[in-house]
């Protein structure tokens, strides 16, 4: 009997002793109105709703340089990924004729210069007693997004704005830094 109170008593002990995070709360406010958050290869709906979860994840990542117990929330009310779609289906001038793609042809994103990633925002940073700490209007856009190195991976389809992202926070937030014991 007593080696069944084993697994309940250890889940317990590690809940107690487990980290809180900062939490990220994002409301993205009538995304459908969004300068740009068309899917390449997806459903509108879906590929929202992944670009979204990522770029969240991403925030609580972030979060973690600041006080555990603080809570930043944003109110997203713009988002324009960069590049724009190509669409498969779009003839294309090439060598003095149209070149009409078959609809099925893939979408892709292209990413120039031109087509810079921009995010506008509200955001309030409150602490656990929910006393504001710092809030305000953010309207990013990165215009030289490809002419530095970026500090998330080539592999990332949303590194230049996670890096938009990462250089708005670091610099608003590089006061309230915790530091680490590493």
Do not use: C
Not at 38 to 52: C, G, L, M, Q
Not at 107 to 114: K, L, M, P, S
Not at 128 to 156: E, H, M, Y
């Amino acid at each position: 009997m007593k080696k069944y109170l084993i697994a309940p008593v250890l889940l317990a002990s590690m809940l107690i002793s487990a980290p809180s995070f900062s939490k990220v709360e994002i409301e993205w406010k009538e995304y459908k109105e969004y300068s740009d958050i068309r899917p390449s290869n997806d459903s509108r709906e879906r590929f929202a709703k992944n670009t979204f979860k990522r770029i969240e994840k991403y925030m609580v990542r972030l979060m973690k340089d600041l006080p555990e117990d603080q809570t930043l929330s944003l109110v997203v009310t713009d988002l324009d990924l960069a590049g724009r779609v190509q669409f498969g289906g779009t003839p294309i001038f090439v060598g003095g004729s149209f070149l009409n793609f078959d609809r099925a042809t893939n979408d892709i994103r292209i990413v120039d210069r031109a087509d810079f990633p921009a995010i506008e925002f509200s955001y309030e940073l409150t602490d656990a007693s929910g006393n504001v700490i710092r809030s305000g209007d953010a309207d990013l856009k990165d215009l030289g997004f490809q002419d530095r190195t970026v500090a998330v991976p080539r592999s990332d389809r949303l590194r230049y704005e996670k890096q938009m992202l990462r250089e708005w926070f670091h610099k608003e937030f590089r006061d309230l830094k915790v530091e680490s014991d590493a």
